[in-house]
Each structure stands twice: as structure tokens, then as C-alpha cells.
T-cell receptor
Framework: AQTVTQSQPEMSVQEAETVTLSCTYD???????LFWYKQPPSRQMILVIR??????QNATENRFSVNFQKAAKSFSLKISDSQLGDTAMYFC???????????????FGKGTLLTVNP | EAGVAQSPRYKIIEKRQSVAFWCNPI?????LYWYQQILGQGPKLLIQ????????DSQLPKDRFSAERLKGVDSTLKIQPAKLEDSAVYLC??????????FGPGTRLTVT
């Protein structure tokens, strides 16, 4: 079974600064997807960024980027120019595609609560 | 495009009572998921539907939880009878191509 570990229960950062959230995972699979989701107090889970394991290039979405180290099974999220609206719970998640593409199961870490201070 | 809809947003019941949650996925999404998120933890998959068939219900406590997806669109998750440890947020998600799941706002259940 796959496991996802987020070792930082809480983090804080000053507005406009950069912060990095850590995530490690354990799997014997070679083909999989990794995700970072954001969950603000409203509870709506929002996809931040996605990384396919077969791609060596790190994914980037505007101010969000990842550092994907496949051999080390590490998948960290970097938020640049932090904004007050980035305050939320961030979850790292692992997905192993199932046979026939019909069984895409997400395994989540416990989350990191990020607070952006003015 | 309308997102995933869930109702109710909040529910408070006493233990041993029953409760039902409703989910309407994004139009055209064949796959629907129910997750349980206990406070301080990440979501855990309870059940996954592909159209109106069950793909994975390995973590669904079948002695008290049930779910259905009639006609491959809306879905209902039921708990009967509820226990204190069922207090959680219940999230519904849907997807079209599988790897990108869209989540609803969730239902916060409190069992007293």
C-alpha cells in the first residue's frame, strides 16, 4: 500500500516571501501521479498542481512549483510571493492509475496548515 | 461549468440515528468518489463509482455505511446507525479522465 507523509503539521510565512512544504511517499510503482491540493477554511478542496512520475521536468503553475525527486520519493511544493489568500491546509496526494483507467484512487497525507501573515 | 454540489453543508445527529448525504457531480463525469475526512487528517476514500457500478468500496464500513448512484449521476451516502467516530467531513468528488478529481464543498457531520 502507498503511504504519503507530510512532516510539517504547521508552517507560517510572511506575505510576499517564499515557503516550501515537504512531502515524501512510499511506493513500489514506477508509474503514478502526485498532487498538491489546497483546502481553505471553506473546505473546498482545490487542485494546486500535478506531476506525472514519468516526466523529469518539475511542474509549475504561476507562483506554485514542485521539486520532484523520484529516486528519493520526495515531492515538495514551493509557493513564491506568498499571498494572504494562500492561507489554507495543503495536502500532498499520491495516485496510482488502475487497470483500464477506471480506478484512480487518491491517497492523501495528513496535511500542512500554512498561515500567511501580513 | 457548475461544480460538484453537496447537501446538506452541516448536519448534527445523535448516535444511533441515521443520516444521508447527497452529491451531484459535474455534468458528464462518469466517476464519483466519496471521501471521509476526520479532523486533522487527510481525506480517506470510502467508495468509488464508475457510472452506476462500484469500483472500490474496500474501506467502506459496510455494516453501517451504504451508498448508491442511481442512473449514474447523483449519489447518496447513508450512515445507519451513526457512531461518535463518524463525526467528520464527507467529501464528494467527480472526474472525467480519472486523474483530475473535482471536489464538492463537503458535509460536516457531528454525532453527539
Amino acid at each position: 500500500a502507498q503511504t504519503v507523509t507530510q512532516s510539517q503539521p504547521e508552517m507560517s510565512v510572511q506575505e510576499a516571501e517564499t515557503v516550501t512544504l515537504s512531502c515524501t511517499y512510499d511506493t513500489s510503482e514506477s508509474n503514478y501521479y502526485l498532487f498538491w491540493y489546497k483546502q481553505p477554511p471553506s473546505r473546498q478542496m482545490i487542485l494546486v498542481i500535478r506531476q506525472e512520475a514519468y516526466k523529469q521536468q518539475n511542474a509549475t503553475e504561476n507562483r506554485f512549483s514542485v521539486n520532484f525527486q523520484k529516486a528519493a520519493k520526495s515531492f515538495s511544493l514551493k509557493i513564491s510571493d506568498s499571498q494572504l489568500g494562500d492561507t489554507a491546509m495543503y495536502f500532498c496526494a499520491f495516485m496510482k492509475p488502475g487497470s483500464g483507467g477506471s480506478n484512480y484512487k487518491l491517497t492523501f497525507g495528513k496535511g500542512t496548515l500554512l498561515t500567511v501573515n501580513p | 461549468e457548475a461544480g460538484v454540489a453537496q447537501s446538506p453543508r452541516y448536519k448534527i445527529i445523535e448516535k444511533r440515528q441515521s443520516v444521508a448525504f447527497w452529491c451531484n457531480p459535474i455534468s458528464g463525469h462518469a466517476t464519483l468518489y466519496w471521501y471521509q475526512q476526520i479532523l486533522g487528517q487527510g481525506p480517506k476514500l470510502l467508495i468509488q463509482f464508475q457510472n452506476n457500478g462500484v469500483v472500490d468500496d474496500s474501506q467502506l464500513p459496510k455494516d453501517r455505511f451504504s451508498a448508491e448512484r442511481l442512473k449514474g449521476v447523483d449519489s447518496t451516502l447513508k450512515i445507519q446507525p451513526a457512531k461518535l467516530e463518524d463525526s467528520a467531513v464527507y467529501l464528494c468528488a467527480s472526474s472525467w479522465q480519472g486523474y483530475e478529481q473535482y471536489f464538492g464543498p463537503g458535509t460536516r457531520l457531528t454525532v453527539t
